[in-house]
T-cell receptor, first 116, second 113 residues
Framework: GAGVSQSPSNKVTEKGKDVELRCDPI?????LYWYRQSLGQGLEFLIY????????KSGLPSDRFSAERTGGSVSTLTIQRTQQEDSAVYLC??????????????FGPGTRLTVT | KQEVTQIPAALSVPEGENLVLNCSFT??????LQWFRQDPGKGLTSLLL?????REQTSGRLNASLDKSSGRSTLYIAASQPGDSATYLC????????????FGSGTRLQVQP
């Protein structure tokens, strides 16, 4: 079946502009995660959604970052007033949460964001 | 705070060699450990997932082991091939609280034909 998809694949924006990144998880996966992969920083957690529960936003680096998940499926990560340090690859992952979950995460191809 | 370390950072081997990638983590209270492969410019592909109650998992030429009490995991690749060239990442999930993965910085593998 279809995997996790993300759009756009590449985004170049000017400093100070807002950007929206989209993630379509695997159908039926109730858990959705956003991560950021920066040069020299490795992969870091940003935010986690699970069903109708309140999201875990503990990884968001500043209040310029926000995310929402509509209808328990598609998620949008929004970065306001982008800064050069926001340049990174933004990865989305989803997992199927069963009665005895493994929480195995499946990743999308990522969105490469470049702030000029 | 959980920290995940991968050794070596980079590895170059001739085709056909068996090799071992190492991963260590500081907090043994994990739910599971996942090994991923990342090709340049691409996302992550899940290779193996080991639950905290398990000792190892196998898939084809790959075998991952877990020693939870000592905070270590190894990924064994048998009869390496040029197509195995990629960055290999290990990641752990805590058994309580935050459900996200904590990643190591990866081992960049190059298999020479």
């Amino acid at each position: 079946g279809a995997g996790v998809s993300q759009s756009p694949s590449n985004k170049v924006t000017e400093k100070g502009k807002d950007v929206e990144l989209r993630c379509d998880p695997i159908s039926g996966h109730t858990a959705l995660y956003w991560y950021r992969q920066s040069l020299g920083q490795g992969l870091e957690f940003l935010i986690y959604f699970q069903g109708n529960s309140a999201p875990d936003k503990s990884g968001l680096p500043s209040d310029r970052f926000s995310a929402e998940r509509t209808g328990g499926s598609v998620s949008t990560l929004t970065i306001q007033r982008t800064q050069q340090e926001d340049s990174a690859v933004y990865l989305c992952a989803s997992s199927l949460v069963l009665a005895t979950p493994t929480y195995e995460q499946y990743f999308g191809p990522g969105t490469r964001l470049t702030v000029t | 705070k959980q920290e995940v370390t991968q050794i070596p950072a980079a590895l170059s081997v001739p085709e056909g060699e068996n090799l071992v990638l190492n991963c260590s983590f500081t907090d043994s209270a994990i739910y599971n450990l996942q090994w991923f492969r990342q090709d340049p410019g691409k996302g992550l592909t899940s290779l193996l997932l080991i639950q905290s109650s398990q000792r190892e998992q196998t898939s084809g030429r790959l075998n991952a082991s877990l020693d939870k009490s000592s905070g270590r995991s190894t990924l064994y690749i048998a009869a390496s091939q040029p197509g195995d060239s990629a960055t290999y990442l290990c990641a752990v999930r805590k058994d309580t609280g935050r459900r996200a993965l904590t990643f190591g910085s990866g081992t960049r593998l190059q298999v020479q034909p």
